[in-house]
């Protein structure tokens, strides 16, 4: 959206940071801006078929959606992986300014930090589990410019870009699709300026409670020109425990960020984050992680992505991991996504383990409902 | 007797030459307004169709309606068709109308900045609006911007509503563009 001016996300997204479930005016943008069309289309109105479940009108009030999300990963001389990425429903009840917004979902293998029941692992395998990522309410002031909201959220930290698992989510743990928090938080969205802090209380579908982070995220962007917007995030995160070594740890990452759209078909984004760990009797720690990442739209609807991304996670690594994508993203009808991702990956282990290289397809179906 | 009447007749024309003096844009202009909505939503649209008139005594800077765009065709056409209303006579564009003599003409090589006011005319109604401005003289040629706050309630324009979002019904109209006086 960036190409098209729009720096604030709330008036397409519930969240008012961005990603997630779409408001109305979110889906009938995806459906006049995003959507391939074999022809340019010469209606008045978007689609009939971008209504929930393509047919659906709801009430005002209330706003549902799904998100349904499978592929299968295609390492090059490995087995091919099926993956079930996403099974979620989205509700959102919107009273006056009081918002309520809530999903659930059901998730197979590695969605432990969003699971809710059969608690698994261990001796335990992991089988399906019920998933619930969001669930918050909140109140906007000063006519929707401000939210107040308390709940499980995604925490406001650099980009919200899709691809959850590139470096600069992963190792930041503040990917949409595993790393909510519950916490306290309040956002802006001015003309020039948006941004949102959050005060975090940890993720309570992790226990012990020594696992659960405090602390807080946030991150600002400002609109320099047209199209063009830079950004700044900050997190400093506590926890009793780290999962590894079982000690207190807390973790620092401070970066940048810019969203820049120099002609109409190019979209540019950029992250860089500075990393720091530290425990006690272990040396702190110190890395990055850093993403540039280029959305080239061939024809409405059809894009080619390339990214390139680096990360150092200061455990004596010999040299940083870089990886880049090569990536098509065709969305064919409403609702419908289809996605082929090309990842090569060097990565660097603690000495004396080599590096190693590999090379991934991924491809996705996605349906958004 | 001869010689006066040459010489009155030269200074009606001198006279009457002064009072037709014309302006005429010169280069290119743009014409934009910037809205805004809930939630840091914002709206711009552009029009390169500008036009400067004069009758000897105001400055007519009209603006063509009809190419006016802000970057998605279906709020372009809802923005023509539904709320401007381009295609109904009188429609096709917005008119600010100022006297010659209140703003203030710098001289060449020189700016100014300036405030005033004129007459607005759009969607059939015209109300009187300030302005702001700012003027620089190159050789005679004058560089002009200026930016006017209008409210279009006051200009019975509904105000637009798209799926929960409604545009705030004060926005500000931009205008900038060159003319030379001939």
């Known amino acids: 959206m960036v190409k098209h001016d729009y720096q604030s ?3 397409c997204h519930v969240d008012p940071s961005g990603a997630g479930q779409l408001t109305p005016y979110g889906r009938a943008q995806s459906d006049v801006l995003l959507r391939w069309h074999l022809k340019k289309p010469t209606e008045a109105e978007a689609s009939p078929t971008s209504r929930f479940l393509w047919f659906i009108d709801l009430p005002e009030v209330v706003n549902l959606s799904g998100n349904f999300r499978a592929g299968a990963l295609i390492p090059v001389g490995g087995q091919v992986r099926p993956l079930f990425m996403a099974a979620d429903l989205y509700g959102t009840v919107k009273v006056d300014r009081f918002v309520f917004h809530a999903t659930s979902g059901v998730g197979l293998r590695n969605v432990g930090p969003a699971a809710i029941l059969p608690v698994c692992g261990g001796d335990t395998p992991c089988g399906a589990q019920w998933v619930a990522r969001e669930f918050w309410a909140g109140a906007t002031f000063a006519d929707e410019a ?12 650099g980009l919200r870009n899709n691809e959850h698992f590139m470096y600069v989510r992963d190792v930041t743990n503040t990917d949409t699709n595993l790393d909510q928090q519950v916490g306290i938080s309040a956002s802006y969205n001015g003309e020039r300026l948006r941004g949102e802090v959050m ?3 940890g993720n309570y579908q992790l226990g012990p409670d020594a696992y659960r982070e405090r602390g807080y995220a946030g991150f600002a962007e400002y609109t320099v020109a047209s199209k063009f917007y830079l950004g700044v995030s900050s997190l400093i995160a506590g926890a009793r425990a780290d999962q590894v070594f079982q000690l207190p740890v807390t973790r620092h990452a401070h970066g940048v960020t810019a969203r820049w759209s120099p002609t109409e078909p190019l979209a540019l984004l950029a992250e860089v984050d500075f990393l ?10 110190l890395g990055f992680a850093a993403l540039l990442q280029g959305d080239y739209e061939v024809m409405q609807g059809l894009h080619l992505v390339a990214a390139l991304e680096g990360k150092h996670e200061g455990q004596g ?3 940083p991991s870089v990886g880049g994508w090569l990536s098509a993203a065709w969305y064919v009808l409403p609702h419908v996504e289809v996605r082929l991702d090309g990842i090569l990956r060097r990565t660097s282990r603690p000495a004396p383990d080599p590096a190693t290289v590999a090379f991934t397809l991924l491809a996705q179906l996605h349906f958004f409902l | 007797m001869t010689s006066l009447k040459a010489l009155l007749t030269t200074a009606a024309l001198v006279l009457a030459g002064t009072a037709l003096a014309g302006w005429t844009k010169t280069g290119e202009s743009v014409a934009s307004f910037k ?7 914002k709206i711009e649209g552009k029009t390169r169709s500008l036009d400067v008139t004069d009758d000897g005594k105001s400055l007519s800077v009209a603006v063509g309606l009809k190419d006016l765009e802000t970057g998605i065709d279906l709020r372009d056409r809802h923005m023509r068709d539904n709320y401007l209303k381009v295609g109904e006579k009188g429609n096709e564009s917005a008119v600010l109308t100022v006297p010659v003599d209140a703003i203030t003409w710098p001289e060449d090589g020189k700016a100014t900045k300036g405030a005033a006011k004129g007459t607005f005319a759009l969607h059939g109604k015209t109300k009187e609006v300030s302005f702001s401005y700012s003027i620089s003289n190159a050789g005679g040629t004058y560089a002009i911007s200026g930016e006017a706050p209008i409210n279009f309630n006051e200009f019975g324009i509904e105000v637009p509503s798209y799926m929960g979002i409604t545009v705030k019904p004060n926005i500000t109209v931009f205008a900038t563009f060159s003319v030379k006086k001939s």
């Open chain 1, 146 to 157: 401000v939210m107040v909201r308390a709940g499980r959220m995604f925490i406001p930290f």
């Open chain 1, 276 to 285: 720091a760990w530290q425990q006690p009797t272990r040396l702190d720690r």
């Open chain 1, 317 to 319: 690594e010999r040299g």
């Open chain 1, 9 to 11: 996300c709330a008036v």
């Open chain 2, 35 to 41: 809205g805004s909505g809930p939630a840091g939503f």
């Open chain 1, 199 to 201: 005060g975090l209380l």
